[in-house]
């Protein structure tokens, strides 16, 4: 570099983090924190290269046709991340739902699944070495060991297989290392009574074999407390081991074991409930006015429920064993998952029994996964085939859960009963007590309760092969056959409440209904699961069982202009199984097809020591499915709607290693998504509106590290993050996703910031570190609960996490 240029860089980067100091810095983090060297005496530090795995082959990131975006180590720990849920604001374009951690969503360049039953297959398939993590509760796992984080986005049908209609998410765990014993630990301590403690012991046990485990321990206090009782909600109490063993077995073969365990238990997410509720017992006016809503981050929590669960039991095994021969390689992936999981949360947002309601999933599932891969490269080709077999039998429980005396007020609010007051059980119980007989119908628990399961089998076949047509000019084709076999089962009972049976059984035998003029069976009725279908099959089991098939092809050409500029455009396709709704009998649905056209540009300048990306691509995504509550009803219902939908948009991301000890990072991604067919169950024609999602969303950090010498490193990390305003459309409203009330600013644009300050010895040895997460307090409503807004009056918001902070040691062996 020339001393003009030199001067210039140095220059534009001392402007830059001035800016940065006085916190400046643009939309925050993209997936690329480099870790930090001292200055050096010899040749200038370079711009680390990135090694990926996106196209099933080793690569380096700037010669991969995909857009792409590698999350770190270094950012991980910047951010003090404990799952794929603490790191989507640094992502563009993806989102995570990950407030309940056993009923997770995802969402990649605006596709998602909105369902959390067994019958739906995820949109944005994860990937844990390789292993198809499924669905729910099995994927949201806290990080034990993680390298790195490949986000592929757009539809990845050939590469990845089913479910990946939107992209998909790669993560790599480091493996065993036979060169050196090693031990870590960790231990974090922040507020609201947060305690994380994480170690390693790598261990050799042979020239090439070694053993790696891993731990950690979490919990925390919780962030809300309950207004009546004083008690701690939405703590974190979980903890997590991983056992990994590698060995070799001659010159060519070598294997991998690892075992995953992890369990989860705390209290379920709160929810806050925002209507304005006169002195007990009184009730709201209905219909609700949503214009008087509360904002739920300034008004107490008060929560009353019962059995207040989310739990987890996870273990998985992984066996990979691979074997080179002459004309290439051979991989065997093998694994065995296995979770049960339980959250039960209250829907109301009140601590009053005459309103009460709560909903609990409870879900158990077994998967196997079974691959064969070959692979080899000459001095044109560079090919992949292979074969995959996916067994998965999994069983759920959807339950609503009441009182007596809440399904007293849905009767009365809806005028169902025929007596004076418009009360059921509550006139009884007047009657009862006037005749001074000891037996009341209010007080006794209610369940209404879904049974739904699935046997699930997945075949496939796939190769991929790059031609090298000339030494600028490769053509990637690829093509998967897949095969989904389904079977499927509703079972719908009435409702269970035994205490109201038992009592009404004793009033029957005293001859109080022919008294009373009203018969015993008008007690009996179902007030959850009552659209026509569950209606007509209370306590029968039904059954289906389909099959899907489908062909995902992918076309790609890059060209090398020169060594640092590739430009590459590509047509592929992803999809989503076909399935059914867990919540509606009978009800099955197609594959859902996405086909994406992208074209992009990867530069490199290496004397600046920069990288830039850019891509744009137009998708079209036929039958999508969703499960949208309809409150068109006088008792809402969970139906499934089917919609096609478009979308454009740009992807860019940035690199700059400014100096040897300061660097910045930039991503960002713009989308236009609207529906192309839409009109929903309730009437409302979605087709030309925008789906919800905002134009924009970027992140970006920069670090700097003061070399203290004799006395270690000093490293300064910042990183901001933010997601526009949700485009909000007359669909969007009525699913609670933006409008609806000034109070509560729903859909607003979002921003979060993070700095970290650590030291690390000169060996490396000790560390010792201060972060904040969400510096300025930034919190935002995430959802509303209006299951009991028409038949309650009652509507209950669940908010976002404010302010974290705290401090980590560390050492090193």
């Known amino acids: 570099m020339s001393l003009r240029k030199h001067r210039l860089v140095t220059a534009t980067a001392t402007a830059i983090a001035a800016l940065c100091g006085g916190g400046l810095v643009l939309a925050a983090p993209a997936a690329f924190a480099q870790s930090a060297e001292p200055n050096q005496a010899s040749a200038p530090k370079e711009l680390d290269k990135i090694t990926v795995t996106a196209q099933s082959r080793e690569q380096e990131l700037q010669d991969v046709p995909i857009a792409l975006q590698v999350v770190t180590d270094q950012l991980i720990d910047d951010t003090a991340a404990q799952d794929l849920g603490d790191l989507d604001s640094f992502v563009p374009g993806l989102v995570v739902d990950s407030q309940q951690p056993t009923q997770p969503g995802f969402e990649l360049r605006g596709i998602s699944t909105d369902d959390f039953g067994i019958g739906t297959d995820p949109a944005v398939g994860v990937y844990v070495d390789g292993v198809y993590a499924g669905r729910g509760g099995g994927v949201l796992l806290p990080f034990t060991d993680v390298e790195r984080i490949e986000v592929l986005k757009g539809p990845q049908g050939t590469l990845f297989g089913r479910n990946t209609a939107a992209g998909a998410i790669s993560i790599i765990t480091r493996k065993p290392d036979a060169s050196a014993t090693e031990v870590k630990t960790k231990l974090r301590i922040g507020n609201y009574g947060k305690q994380y403690l994480e170690g390693m012991l790598n261990l050799p046990t042979g020239e090439d074999s070694a053993f790696r485990f891993n731990a950690l321990v979490n919990h925390a206090d919780g962030w809300i407390q309950d207004a009546a009782t004083g008690r701690d909600l939405n703590p974190e109490n979980n903890w997590a081991t991983r056992a990994a063993f590698k060995t070799r077995f001659g010159e060519r073969t070598s294997a991998l074991i690892s075992w995953d365990h992890e369990s989860l238990d705390q209290l379920g997410q709160a929810t806050t409930g925002i209507i304005a509720l006169p002195p007990a017992p009184g009730l709201a006016p209905l219909p609700v006015d949503e214009s008087a809503y509360l904002d739920p981050r300034k008004i107490p929590t008060m929560s009353d429920a019962e059995g207040n669960e989310e739990s987890r039991r996870f273990d998985g095994v992984t066996l990979i064993v691979d074997h080179g021969f002459d004309w290439g390689g051979f991989t065997s992936t093998t694994s065995w998952r296995d979770y049960d999981s339980v959250n039960r949360v209250e829907e109301d947002g009140t601590n009053r029994n005459y309103l009460y309601v709560d909903s609990t999933n409870t879900e158990s599932n077994r998967s196997y996964y079974q691959e064969f891969k070959f692979s080899g490269s000459t001095d044109k080709l560079d090919w992949i085939a292979g074969a995959s077999y996916f067994k998965e039998d999994a069983r759920q429980t959807s339950e609503v859960n ?82 989904d076999e389904k079977d499927f089962s509703w079972h719908n009972d009435p409702r269970y409440a035994p205490g109201l049976d038992a009592a009404l059984d004793q009033l029957e035998g005293l001859g109080f209904f022919d008294l009373a003029g009203i018969p015993r069976d008008f007690f009996v009725f179902d007030i959850a699961f009552i659209d026509p279908p569950a209606m007509l099959n209370k306590g029968l089991t039904n059954r289906d069982k389909r099959s899907w098939s489908d062909f995902s092809p992918r076309f790609v050409a890059d060209y090398h202009i020169n060594d640092d500029t590739m430009v590459f455009a590509s047509l592929a396709k992803g999809y989503k199984a076909g399935g059914f709704n867990s919540l509606q009998i009978g009800s099955s649905f197609e594959n859902e097809d996405v086909w994406n056209f992208e074209t992009g540009i990867k530069k490199s300048f290496p004397d600046q020591r920069l990288q830039l990306n850019a891509s744009a691509f137009y998708y079209v995504y036929d039958n999508r499915q969703a499960v949208r509550l309809d409150s068109s009803t006088s008792i809402p219902r969970f139906v499934v709607d089917t919609s096609d939908l478009e979308a454009y948009g740009l992807d860019f991301d940035m690199r700059w290693q400014a100096t040897d000890n300061f660097g910045l990072d930039f991503n960002a991604s713009f989308i236009d998504s609207t529906y192309k067919n839409y009109v929903t169950s309730d009437g409302i024609d979605a087709s030309g509106d925008p789906t919800g999602l905002p134009y924009w969303s970027a992140a970006g950090g920069a670090y700097y590290v003061v070399n203290l010498a004799d006395h270690g490193d000093l490293r300064f990390s910042l990183r901001h993050s933010y997601r526009g305003k949700v485009r909000c459309g007359a669909e969007s409203q009525a699913q609670n996703r933006c409008g609806v009330s000034p109070a509560l600013d729903l859909g607003e644009a979002q921003n979060r910031t993070d700095l970290r300050i650590g030291w690390t010895s000169p060996q490396g040895r000790w560390g010792l570190a201060a972060y904040g997460n969400n510096l300025f307090d930034n919190q935002y409503i995430n959802s509303l609960g209006t299951y009991g807004k028409n038949v309650l009056g009652t509507v209950g918001a669940r908010v976002s996490e404010p302010r974290t902070f705290g401090v980590e040691f560390s050492a090193k062996y």
């Open 402 to 483: 009441a009182l007596t005396d809440s399904v007293d007020t849905i009767v009365h609010n809806l005028g169902l009963a025929p007596t004076p007051n418009g009360y059921l059980f509550g006139y009884v119980d007047q009657q009862l007590d006037a005749l001074g007989i000891p037996i009341h119908l209010l007080g006794h628990r209610w369940n209404e309760t879904f049974r739904n399961t699935l046997d699930t089998k997945a075949y496939a076949v796939f190769g991929d092969v790059i031609w090298h047509a000339t030494d600028k000019l490769n053509l990637t084709v690829g093509l998967r056959y897949t095969r």
